[in-house]
């Protein structure tokens, strides 16, 4: 690739690469944006971007490209919403090996297939050499919100239960054991996957979820802490029962990691009703998705709105919010 | 000193006039002062009033010169030994023609909030012979008190010192205990948690379930614990564990249900005579042990220690002892000597030791609640001994260890007995609040020249230990009445300290500063020794964020005032997994490994560690780098094999110091250090000792070897920088100092340089101190 190269060398790229596979009427109608019907009685439009970068680009389980799909309907889903269509801009870095890009190009459009929602409009730019970190990849998805489905995280109350989908930690330890070369006995992969089939089925079966978020960068820790503020109440998790990887939590161990932390790509965190959080559990637990789901903890009465964690010893352990990485606080 | 000035100008005046009014500060409530007043008023035949207000207590006093002189000299010569008079102010009045007798006034309220609670004291002799007299009315009562003793601080709620705002407020005296505490010639007067078993507090037995235990509270407990059981015993500031020291079983369960933790306990005795074969007693050390505050003191174990004590503190070259010091405690005694009518057992060895843990279940704030208790001991304790005197204030026993040659105690952890007694600054200035650190975490508020430490809270990982933080603000911003104009923090911004810190000065609208850990850490000696001008800072200590963003923790610095700069620092080692590099030395010896460019030796040295390989790929990959010379201890321990993981903090130098002991002094044949200028200062690099302990076969060798070593090298060190400097002073602070060896070393040293070294004796040296340094900094800063 080469930085400028406006156009008849982008205009092959873009034909080649992505209209090629992305493939669909949109991206075939050759406008600079897409129009798109509206399903009929859908209650709330919902839109979302998130831009992706990642470091290694490849990684075991995934790359930035499914990841730039599965983030941004993530995020969507997060909002009660069913996504139906995605824009991507790509920044490339002048001198970025086409083999690569288009490695990318391909396991995204398999990620948007798969998940059922297209890529429809899109924008590339290239940067000079050093001014990039190979590919940045900027999705923005919009979808429905169907009537009646209202999430926040100021709607939860003392008393309602926190779930999550599944083993936390894979992606962040995936991606951590990349960057230090280090191997394990079970490998551990990234757990990049879109999350909307499940929303859907959750909120199917419980309608009265109070908020939904998915833990990437700050992982579980950052959530609950999200949630904490946002309801003016404490949030009470029992180590035991969140469910972790042996071979996640060793490497954890092994690199100084808390998995609460560590970012995920395909989980998500629940909260509802008390009442409703078996049957809920149950769900998720019907769902590929959510075989692994979990009831860890609860929204408790705490005027210091404390993130707290009942350890595996007993007594409470502070789970508080980071304003960076993890660093070392033993005096 | 401005107390001292005031003072001076009282004397001038003595002599001339005929009628003074004194305003006396500092401890001086609740003490006994005013009927120590009244007497010598009475004795010098001077007319006049004392009374107690919000600054302390006001009198005045008319007379000859010469009786006002005498009364001014014994005023402070004879006071009571619970008193501490910090500052006198002296009006010159005219005589008052009616003036006649000499009356106590009752209280004053209102005006600027100057008085301070005392600590809490051990029962006093007379008291303790009372409580053990059977002809006495409060004969085996387990909460006689009088003014110069007994619970303070821990039941007071707000000032002033009254009954009515303590948690005796809900027992009415009964006219026996009225005519004491109303009769200044009495010394329970005005005595405010004044009872008897006719109208005070009860103790009650109860077992694991709760159900109350039929027979004699005291007799039981004692039967319980010598069949070896553990008992939660209500204390002053909290709970303890008990069970008897001697019986091995009793000790290992105990470790068993407070989970396998290894930290030694600390056990309690009768009296001196009863550490006979146990530990070494040097006069200092008898001092501080039978000292009215009562702490905890490190004593260095005897040979037969470990024998008669199995389990109380193994590996570790001292035990930590407490002599008792409620009425509760000596009775437990008195009951195990079958309640002999005779003195004596008092100064008798006894064999009866207890062990006495703090009863904080998994490192959260001590339990100081009955229904706490219940709640949380269970499983733990197989019996709860509980009176209904409220615990108002949380505080845990002080620990401090006599230093050979340094002259003074050093605290290792500073509550009950000296909380909230206050540090006396070089000068006044805005009050300010400061939040301390992470571990260890303690605050400091101060006002005028005085500085309040509060007592030890905890470590901020723990939920409950961060409530109590908070609460011991509001707590003691309320006895003290301040507001302060900033809020001191440390770098780090997760610490929750740091939090508290920013979302404190918003609500007051005031600056929320940060101090380096290191830079606190140097100030908290300066604030204490009241030193102004320009000193060398020797911060050995862990990791504390650094003004650059990486980890220090071996720091020469050149402090002066509210500034700080880094003249020189350790070598950066590895850490490799950050915070558990912290708890596993074998990390630390991996990093060593991979500094000395033997990395590849890593995986077969440490083959016992599963994830050995990796961490060496980790470390040859390039991780985070400290300059904390903790973290040089922990490489040493590692490396020699003393230690792979630790269970408590500072648990491998402990065991490196306890090692070295046991070996003794050590002659060096060589430096095992360089100095090298480096862009980032003068730089300590203890590599060539790393080298030599690879291949020590001798681990109490290589124990002695690492500390003469280092010793060596933190002295030229220092000396170069003194040089180059031209400062002569060096102030030494940070968790290392905790070690005796290493502290030894450097004094003597230093002191061979002719360097003068000061070091931390008003407060800990490691973080318990840190917020002291915090908050002198800061206010040094807005001024
Ligand atoms: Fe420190
Ligand atoms: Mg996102
Ligand atoms: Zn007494
Ligand atoms: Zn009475």
Known sequence: LSHGSGGRAMAQLIRELFVR???????????????????????????????????????????????SVHGTVNDVAMTGGQPLYLAAGFILEEGFPLADLQRIVISMAAAAKEAGVPIVTGDTKVVEQGKGDGVFITTTGVGVVAPGIELAPQRIRPGDKLLVSGYLGDHGVAIMSLRENLSFETAIES?????????????????????????????????????????????????????????????????????LYVANEGKLVAVCPAEDAERLLAVMRAHPQGRDAAIIGEAIVDANGFVQMETVFGGRRMVDWLSGEQLPRIC | M???????????????????????????????????????????????WVRNDAGGVTLEVQGADAALAVFAERLRRDAPAAARIDAVETETLAPEADAAGFTILASEAGGANQAVIGP????????????????????????????????????????????????MASFTQCPACLAEYTDPFNRRFHAEPNACPVCGPQLTLLDASGQAIAGDPIAETLARIRRGEIVGLKGLGGFHLACDARNAAAVAELRRRKDREEKPLAIMVANRASLAGLAELGLEEATELESRARPIVLLRKLPGADAALPGVAPDLAWLGVMLPYTPLHYLLYHESVGRSPSASWLNEAQPLALVMTSANPHGEPLVTDNAEALTGLQGIADAYLLHDRGILIRTDDSVLRRQPGSGSPQFIRRARGFTPTAILLSRSGPPVLALGGFF????????????????????????????????????????????????????????????????????????????????????????????????????????????????????????????????????????????????????????????????????????????????????????????????????????????????????AA??????????????????LHVLSAQPSGLMLDLAPLLLDLLNEPDTGRGAALFHAALIQALVEWVGAAAESSGIRTVACAGGCFLNAILARGLRRGLAERGLQMLEARAAPPGDGGLALGQAWVVRQQIR
């Open chain 1, 21 to 67: 596979h992305f493939d669909n009427d949109y991206l075939r109608a050759q406008n600079d944006g897409a129009c798109f019907p509206l399903p009929a009685g859908a209650g709330r439009m919902v839109m979302a971007t998130d831009s992706h970068v990642v470091s290694p680009l490849f990684f075991p389980g995934g790359d930035i490209g499914c990841l």
């Open chain 1, 191 to 259: 757990d990049t996957a879109a999350l909307h089939g499940l929303v859907a089925a959750m909120l199917d079966a419980v309608p009265g979820i109070r908020s939904l978020r998915d833990p990437t960068r700050g992982g579980l820790a950052a959530v609950l802490n999200e949630f904490a503020e946002a309801a003016g109440c404490g949030m009470l998790i029992h180590e035991k029962a969140i469910p972790v990887r042996g071979a996640v939590a060793a490497a954890c161990e092994l690199l100084g990691l808390d998995p």
């Open chain 2, 2 to 48: 401005a107390g001292e000035r005031r003072t001076a100008g009282f004397f001038e005046h003595a002599g001339l006039r005929a009628r003074l009014r004194l305003r006396l500060r500092g401890i001086v409530q609740g003490v006994g002062f005013r009927p120590f007043v009244h007497r010598l008023a009475h004795e010098l035949d001077l007319l006049g």
């Open chain 2, 120 to 167: 809490d004291l051990c029962v006093c002799p007379g008291c303790l012979a009372e409580l053990c007299d059977p002809a006495n009315r409060r004969y085996r009562y387990a909460f006689i008190n009088c003014t110069d003793c007994g619970p303070r601080y821990t039941i007071a709620a707000r000032l002033p010192y009254d009954r009515a705002h303590t948690s």
């Open chain 2, 440 to 651: 260890k975490n303690a605050l400091c508020f101060t006002r005028d020249e005085e500085a309040f430490l509060s007592q030890h809270i905890g470590d901020l990982d723990r939920v409950a230990n961060c409530r109590a933080l908070e609460a011991a603000v509001e707590h003691l911003q309320g006895l003290l009445q301040v507001q302060p104009q900033a809020v001191a923090h440390d770098l780090h911004p997760d610490f929750f300290s740091t939090q508290l810190a920013l979302r404190l000065a918003e609500r007051w609208q005031v600056p929320a500063i940060g101090v380096q850990h290191h830079h606190a850490h140097i100030a908290a000696v300066l604030a204490e020794h009241r030193i102004a001008e320009p000193v060398l800072g020797l911060a050995l200590d862990g990791v504390g964020l650094g003004t650059d963003g990486t980890a220090w923790g071996g720091e020469l610095l050149r402090v002066e005032g509210a500034g700080f700069e880094r003249l020189g620092h350790l070598r950066p080692i590895g850490l490799p997994g950050g915070d558990r590099a912290a708890r596993e030395p074998w990390r630390m010896g991996a990093a060593g490994l991979d500094l000395l460019g033997r990395g590849d030796e890593i995986a077969t040295r440490f083959s016992a560690e599963p994830g050995a390989a990796q961490l060496a790929q980790m470390l040859a990959r390039g991780v985070p780098q400290t300059t904390s010379i903790g973290r040089w201890f922990d490489a040493a321990a590692g490396l020699l094999g003393v230690q792979a993981r630790m269970s408590f903090e500072g648990q």
């Open chain 2, 654 to 671: 402990m065991r490196l110091e306890g090692l070295a002991e046991a070996y003794g002094e050590l002659r060096l044949n060589e430096a």
